[in-house]
């Protein structure tokens, strides 16, 4: 799957040396299919409720996930596909914060990691805001691993560049960008077969 095992592998080395439970969180498979063709109405009242999704996100909130979307993607989504997308994106980020929430009282712990993608942390609309939404006595730290940019000189512009002055993180932690591949290239194929 994407992305490849190996970069995982180490994580979850430490975690099984450190006898500590591992959980996947995700929303199941068969829910996320459904969810491709008719979005959040593919889930159920008490399920929306037991997320925090049965209200809309602000309009502001929602025109900025479905833009990063779309920047993501290359450009390449747009319409109801992109509606599905965006709505796909909070029920899995409400997911992951709802079983962030069960693991640590299932196991008694005083908390839990979550390892995820860098737009799945973001504090404004992700998984860190479902949990302070849901738990809003919980403490919440959000680490991003940004890619410096190659011409940047220094690592903190790469980070303006990509989110302005105000980035939705509690910490930064930079890194050599893993190939200078466009992705948007590399992807194309896959991308263009999206709407």
Known sequence: ?????HLYEPIFEAALRAHLPIAAVDLAAP????????????????????????????????QALADQIRTAHCGYVSGSVLDRMVDMQRARDAQLARALIDASRTWATDGAILIAGTEHVRRDRAVPAYLTRLTPDATVASVAFLEVTPAQTEPVHSLVAEYGETHPFDYVWFTPRVDDLDPCEKFKEALEGLN
Do not use: K
């Not at 799957?1 to 095992?5: C, H, N």
């Open 1 to 5: 799957g994407w992305p490849p095992w």
């Open 31 to 62: 829910r996320l299919e459904s969810m491709q063709d008719e979005g959040l109405d593919a889930l159920e009242p008490a399920l929306l409720a037991r997320l925090a999704l049965d209200e809309p996100l602000p309009r502001a909130q929602r």
